[in-house]
Structures are given as structure tokens and as C-alpha cells.
């Protein structure tokens, strides 16, 4: 697993995830294909219910479309910020990092009409994401409960994942330049646009307590985290 991993005290909500990340890893380890370790559109994941709303409890690790097309894995910086059209990649194109954390989706994927979600799910939008932090009491509180208590790096300031939502810092790819901040921040695209080439999304960060949102490009490279339709 990459460094650092600090040592934490898991939660009753978390040890599903955790199993499951182990269970992945041996495959991925008595394998010798490079697919291997994605989750196909007909997946099982694992959901919590947070308020009106199911939550799929992990970041998303599929490589096809909801119709089977596949979606390109690019790993060369330049190609990937001069595309239009969906992509994915592990962090630092390391598979180990896509195992525990999901893939990397740049927006055109999310927005791909062929659906980037498995069936029965959706990427959330700005209001679905909206509506989760303030069920979990607004922006200055909600941080904490998203947060897993293990993977992150120190301090992880108030990270009691009491929500069950299990959000792990899976860093991201900037439309240009070097991968970033794996273990210190998570971020999730919303489905929703902003403006012009931008799109809204959420993150949290391990020593600050908001879960926030802003816009960035959309060549940009975050998580994803479906919500049932």
C-alpha cells in the first residue's frame, strides 16, 4: 500500500471496506492480467444510507462505460490535458493506488452519455452532494463524519467516520502537471457544470475540518462516488 499509511483503531463501518480492499489485493497479487483488479458495471459495492440517500461506501473502479465500451486508461501527462473525451488512471499509474483508492476519471467521463455509474446508481450532483453535508450538519461538522479513521495521513483532525461514508484521500491528477496529495485530501467530482470548462466538486482534507466544495477544469483527474439513483 503507499507510504505513508499510518495506524489507526477501525470502526465497526469500516471493516467491510477494509476486508474488501484485502480481498482485492490478493487478487491483484495471484494475477497476471493488468485488468484485473477493475470492478465491472455489474459490481456489488457496498452502500450506506445517509439520510434520504444510498451511498456506494468506496470510490469507483470500473474501465467501461454502463454499455461495455471501454473507457481509455492514459497515462501520458500531455495526452490527458489536451483531452476532450473521457479517461481514467491510477495515481501515479500505479495499480496498488487504484486498488485501495479507485481510479482517477476526468469529468468527460463522468458527463459521458453511455454512463459512467453502474446501473441503479449515478455520479451525485452539486445538490446531491449539498444535501448530504447538510444532513450531517453543515460544512464546519461533516468533514469528520465522511472521513475514514485509517489511510490518512496525521492528524486527521475529528475523523470519526460515524457516518459511515468511509471517505478515503485518493489525492488527484491537476489537467497538468504532477499527480497530488494522495493521504491528505479527497476529491469527488460532482456531474454537475459550473461554467465554461469547469465543474463543481468536494473534498475534504486531513487537517481542516469543512467539507468543501469549488471548481476546477474538468481535464482534471478526481474520484468518483455514485449515489442510488
Not at 496525521?154 to 459511515?164: D, E, I, L, R, V
Request: hydrophobic share 30%.
Amino acid at each position: 500500500l503507499p507510504d505513508p499509511m499510518p495506524h489507526s483503531a477501525l470502526t465497526v463501518n469500516e471493516n467491510p471496506i477494509i476486508i474488501h480492499v484485502a480481498e482485492k489485493l490478493n487478487e491483484y497479487n495471484n494475477s497476471s492480467s493488468s485488468c484485473n483488479e477493475c470492478e465491472n458495471n455489474s459490481t456489488s459495492y457496498p452502500t450506506v444510507t445517509i439520510g434520504n440517500q444510498i451511498w456506494m461506501q468506496k470510490n469507483l473502479n470500473v474501465c467501461t462505460y454502463r454499455n461495455g465500451d471501454e473507457i481509455p486508461q492514459v497515462q501520458d501527462p500531455n495526452q490527458w490535458t489536451n483531452l476532450t473525451t473521457g479517461a481514467w488512471c491510477y495515481y501515479q499509474n500505479d495499480t496498488a493506488n487504484g486498488i485501495v483508492y479507485g481510479k482517477l476519471y476526468n469529468w468527460y467521463a463522468v458527463n459521458d452519455p453511455r454512463g459512467l455509474a453502474p446501473a441503479g446508481y449515478h455520479v451525485p450532483s452539486d445538490g446531491e452532494w449539498t444535501s448530504l453535508i447538510n444532513f450531517l450538519g453543515g460544512e464546519s461538522v461533516a468533514a469528520g463524519k465522511m472521513r475514514a479513521t485509517s489511510l490518512w495521513n496525521s492528524p486527521n483532525a475529528g475523523a470519526t467516520n460515524s457516518s459511515g461514508f468511509t471517505g478515503l484521500p485518493g489525492g488527484f491528477r491537476p489537467g497538468a502537471g504532477p499527480f497530488d496529495m494522495i493521504g491528505s485530501i479527497a476529491f469527488w467530482w460532482s456531474s454537475s457544470q459550473s461554467f465554461d470548462n469547469f465543474s463543481w466538486y468536494y473534498y475534504l482534507e486531513n487537517d481542516y475540518g469543512d467539507a468543501s466544495r469549488s471548481y476546477l477544469n474538468k481535464s482534471c483527474g478526481f474520484s468518483v462516488r455514485c449515489i442510488k439513483d
